[in-house]
């Protein structure tokens, strides 16, 4: 009767590992947080990089805000890379650790370009207006050393800028 009357009921194993889940989610969401401004960071640095938008940065205009209402900045950021889809395609495709998905929060690191996945149903002059070009990249950071995925995007940045030069 419940199911039918509110819907889809998790099982008794997807209730367990939920639970089990819940016990790590202040350490994980911490390194989650921890590893999204340091990238964001490091994104921010790089020449081959337009804008990174991650409310942790100095340079986020809603900064102030994002520090009045909430107590983290989460695990997701997103970047303009210089040039289109070719090179965003090009960065996403030279990424050994990132994997490309159109999901958040797990405990991999994914990426993707929502203006093709996502947002692909989205009418043109809507994406315009709403920033979501061919050249922006979202990733949601996972739970891999820091270390190793700062160093996937810089091997994959400057593969990217050797084969656009």
């Known amino acids: 009767f419940l199911q039918n009357a509110y819907g889809v009921v998790p ?10 889940s819940l016990k790590t989610v202040t350490v994980r969401m911490k ?3 921890e590893s999204s ?7 921010e640095s790089h020449p ?22 909430t107590s983290g900045w989460g695990g997701m950021l997103a970047f303009y890379v210089k040039g289109g889809l070719r090179e965003s395609s090009l960065l ?23 203006s093709i996945m996502t947002h692909a149903s989205v009418p043109l002059e809507e994406k315009k207006k709403l920033g979501l070009t061919d050249n922006l990249i979202r990733v949601s950071v996972g739970l891999e050393a820091v270390e190793d995925l700062i160093d996937d995007l810089k091997q994959a940045l400057t593969a990217v800028t050797e084969t656009t030069k």
């Open 31 to 33: 390194q989650h947080m």
């Open 37 to 43: 401004l340091q990238i964001a960071q490091f994104l």
């Open 11 to 20: 099982s008794p194993f997807d209730c367990y590992l939920l639970i089990r």
């Open 92 to 114: 996403i495709s030279k990424c050994k650790i990132f994997t490309l998905a159109e999901s958040l929060g797990g405990y991999e690191s994914l990426i993707e370009i929502p």
């Open 48 to 69: 081959f990089i337009e804008k990174v938008i991650h409310p942790g940065l100095e340079s986020h205009l809603q900064r102030k805000v994002a520090e009045k209402q």
